[in-house]
């Protein structure tokens, strides 16, 4: 039995994980809500309307200590941060949160917690996946995760609007949310003052300011209830869908528009790619495909098709939000994931004990990677050594699909034009580095000179 | 009118009056009194357009009521 790292903080239940099963642990204080909920169909509702994760309650001898009830859910197919979605997706994330506040208000519930993690990708979509969070709401009490809200979903969002998009990045920094103050610094003047995120995030920042003052730490307060009633909590939670729903983000949509014109090889190449991909996915038969600098993609819809769950991932965010926008309606669509992450400096543990938040690594392995026109990239643009590379590929998967490019490349050429120093990269450097971690099984050499392999890992490589 | 301008007015005095803040003791409690301030505003603007769905829905012939009463806090088990 293992303790989920990143439940630990929620006093009325926990997280963990026995025979590859997801339990959840319902301690004395969290019952009242959790029965509340229950008998009021609140839960029900919310799996039908797939909003939230689905659960059963189950007699479990060995659950953690002190529990009251025990509930199992299914297993996600990937656990992924905010800081690899893409910017619809927060967006998604934030709306989703605010359709169940709107749900939950006319029956006398609300959510305990707003916490952008608390969501996570399905093969259905975005889903609630603490079922905690729903509990009884206090009477004329303001909204109690509306600060949580806001440094989670408005806050990071605003900034990747009005400032720019690699603002998201800052998550890796803040996992509690995005510093308000922080936040509105990043905003241009006039979006400081527009009236949604004036409300929500220029006055909330001053008013966590005058709360927070040194001076005020030794005087004694008189503790002031503060009411607010249940029809303008409503309309605080309509005002921030308002405002969310405002906040777009223009992608410079002029490299993955224009990809299919400014690829470097012909359709024939991309058809014969393409075929290949489809034969190795088929052959190797894999629940999960990770394809890595996935670009728009293009591969990682092949791999879906087979019925495999594919995480797409990729360092440019328009490649992300494209993938998110354009194949979330599809059925085939939904089993892709696609996550922003720059491949040279990928997702590391954060949180307490850096245990947190699970780095990339830890969320593996895949059944199989796919490495296609990516290798000269962290070569050239990150000076990673192909030994590394492929060090790095064998931790993640034991089956890889990788594309060497020669150097005389037209792509290649062009990272390489400004170079002065020398990067070992030919065929075979990269069959001597790779043959280190991998069998090479097969090959397909396209038209255009670049070559698939089709490489197994070594089980006890020497070199590890 | 004239409350609403005064609210932006002061919001913005405020804002740019204030000093940088870098160790957060107590988020919770200026959340608090944002809302509260806000519920003011927002509790008229939500109750004009709850009661002027009832008026389409009046006109429009529909008896579904699209309007449920918000937060009673009453449940099966309370």
Redesign the interface.
Same mark, same amino acid.
């Given at each position: 039995m293992t303790v989920e790292a990143g439940s630990f903080r929620d006093p009325s239940g926990q997280v963990f994980i026995h025979e590859n099963t997801i339990y959840r642990s319902i301690y004395q204080s969290g019952i009242a809500d959790y029965k509340a909920a229950c008998n009021n169909g609140i839960y029900e509702e919310l799996i039908l309307k797939k909003q939230l994760i689905s659960h059963s309650e189950v007699s479990f001898e060995h659950a953690l200590e002190n529990t009251e009830y025990c509930i199992e859910h299914p297993k996600l197919p990937m656990v992924s941060y905010p800081w690899e979605w893409s910017f619809s997706m927060l967006k998604d994330a934030a709306l989703l949160h605010l359709d169940i506040m709107e749900f939950l208000l006319p029956k006398g519930f609300w959510l305990r917690d707003a916490s952008a993690f608390n969501v996570q990708y399905n093969q259905t979509g975005l889903l609630l996946i603490d079922t905690l969070s729903i509990g009884k709401k206090a009477p004329d009490s303001p909204w109690v995760a509306y600060n949580q809200f806001c440094s989670h979903f408005l806050a990071p969002l605003a900034t990747a609007s009005c400032c720019d998009i690699r603002t998201l990045g800052l998550w890796r920094n803040y996992i509690d949310g995005f510093p308000l103050d922080l936040a509105v610094k990043m905003l241009p003047v006039i979006k400081k003052y527009s009236p949604g995120l004036f409300m929500h995030l220029t006055l909330h920042a001053y008013f966590q300011r005058k709360s927070d003052r040194q001076e005020d730490i030794l005087k004694e307060k008189t503790s002031k209830k503060r009411r607010v009633s249940d029809l303008a909590l409503l309309g605080i939670i309509r005002s921030l869908r308002k405002t969310i729903n405002k906040l777009k983000w223009d992608v410079d949509s002029r490299i993955w528009a224009n990809y299919e014109s400014i690829r470097t090889y012909e359709d024939a190449d991309v058809k014969e790619k393409a075929n290949y991909v489809k034969k190795i996915v088929n052959a190797t038969n894999p629940a999960m495909v990770w394809d890595l600098g996935g670009n728009t993609g293009e591969f990682s819809k092949i791999a879906a098709e087979s019925g495999a769950f594919v995480v797409s991932i990729d360092g440019d965010p328009a490649c992300t939000e494209f993938i998110y926008k354009n194949v979330k309606s599809t059925e085939n669509g939904k089993r892709i994931l696609p996550l922003t992450m720059d491949l040279a400096n990928p997702s590391p543990g954060l949180g307490w004990e850096s245990k947190e938040r699970l780095s990339i690594i830890e969320r593996g392995p895949a059944d199989l990677i796919l490495a296609l026109a990516l290798i000269h990239h962290l070569v050239f643009s990150a000076n990673i050594p192909l030994t590394r590379i492929a060090k790095w590929f064998a931790s993640l998967s034991n089956n890889l699909l990788v594309e060497f490019m020669p150097i005389e490349d037209p792509m290649i050429k062009k990272l390489t034009q400004n170079r002065q120093e020398h990067l070992s990269y030919s065929l075979e450097d990269f069959k001597t580095s790779f043959s280190k971690y991998f069998t090479f099984i097969e090959y397909k050499e396209l038209e255009n000179k670049r070559i698939l392999f089709h490489c197994i890992a070594r089980k006890n490589n020497k070199y590890n | 009118m004239n409350k609403v301008f005064l609210f932006?007015m002061v919001?913005?005095w405020?804002?740019i009056c =204030? /000093? /940088? =803040?870098y =160790?957060?003791?107590?988020? +919770?409690?200026?959340?608090?009194?944002?809302?509260?301030?806000? =519920?003011?505003?927002?509790?008229i603007?939500?109750?004009i +357009?709850?009661f002027w769905n009832k008026i389409k829905n009046l006109f429009s012939g529909s008896k579904k009521t699209k309007l449920?009463?918000? +937060?009673? +806090?009453?449940? /099966?088990?309370?």
């Amino acid at each position: 039995m293992t303790v989920e790292a990143g439940s630990f903080r929620d006093p009325s239940g926990q997280v963990f994980i026995h025979e590859n099963t997801i339990y959840r642990s319902i301690y004395q204080s969290g019952i009242a809500d959790y029965k509340a909920a229950c008998n009021n169909g609140i839960y029900e509702e919310l799996i039908l309307k797939k909003q939230l994760i689905s659960h059963s309650e189950v007699s479990f001898e060995h659950a953690l200590e002190n529990t009251e009830y025990c509930i199992e859910h299914p297993k996600l197919p990937m656990v992924s941060y905010p800081w690899e979605w893409s910017f619809s997706m927060l967006k998604d994330a934030a709306l989703l949160h605010l359709d169940i506040m709107e749900f939950l208000l006319p029956k006398g519930f609300w959510l305990r917690d707003a916490s952008a993690f608390n969501v996570q990708y399905n093969q259905t979509g975005l889903l609630l996946i603490d079922t905690l969070s729903i509990g009884k709401k206090a009477p004329d009490s303001p909204w109690v995760a509306y600060n949580q809200f806001c440094s989670h979903f408005l806050a990071p969002l605003a900034t990747a609007s009005c400032c720019d998009i690699r603002t998201l990045g800052l998550w890796r920094n803040y996992i509690d949310g995005f510093p308000l103050d922080l936040a509105v610094k990043m905003l241009p003047v006039i979006k400081k003052y527009s009236p949604g995120l004036f409300m929500h995030l220029t006055l909330h920042a001053y008013f966590q300011r005058k709360s927070d003052r040194q001076e005020d730490i030794l005087k004694e307060k008189t503790s002031k209830k503060r009411r607010v009633s249940d029809l303008a909590l409503l309309g605080i939670i309509r005002s921030l869908r308002k405002t969310i729903n405002k906040l777009k983000w223009d992608v410079d949509s002029r490299i993955w528009a224009n990809y299919e014109s400014i690829r470097t090889y012909e359709d024939a190449d991309v058809k014969e790619k393409a075929n290949y991909v489809k034969k190795i996915v088929n052959a190797t038969n894999p629940a999960m495909v990770w394809d890595l600098g996935g670009n728009t993609g293009e591969f990682s819809k092949i791999a879906a098709e087979s019925g495999a769950f594919v995480v797409s991932i990729d360092g440019d965010p328009a490649c992300t939000e494209f993938i998110y926008k354009n194949v979330k309606s599809t059925e085939n669509g939904k089993r892709i994931l696609p996550l922003t992450m720059d491949l040279a400096n990928p997702s590391p543990g954060l949180g307490w004990e850096s245990k947190e938040r699970l780095s990339i690594i830890e969320r593996g392995p895949a059944d199989l990677i796919l490495a296609l026109a990516l290798i000269h990239h962290l070569v050239f643009s990150a000076n990673i050594p192909l030994t590394r590379i492929a060090k790095w590929f064998a931790s993640l998967s034991n089956n890889l699909l990788v594309e060497f490019m020669p150097i005389e490349d037209p792509m290649i050429k062009k990272l390489t034009q400004n170079r002065q120093e020398h990067l070992s990269y030919s065929l075979e450097d990269f069959k001597t580095s790779f043959s280190k971690y991998f069998t090479f099984i097969e090959y397909k050499e396209l038209e255009n000179k670049r070559i698939l392999f089709h490489c197994i890992a070594r089980k006890n490589n020497k070199y590890n | 009118m004239n409350k609403v301008f005064l609210f932006w007015m002061v919001g913005f005095w405020i804002s740019i009056c =204030a /000093n /940088n =803040a870098y =160790a957060y003791l107590d988020p +919770g409690t200026g959340s608090m009194i944002l809302q509260s301030i806000l =519920a003011s505003f927002l509790f008229i603007g939500t109750g004009i +357009g709850l009661f002027w769905n009832k008026i389409k829905n009046l006109f429009s012939g529909s008896k579904k009521t699209k309007l449920k009463k918000i +937060g009673t +806090g009453k449940s /099966n088990d309370s």
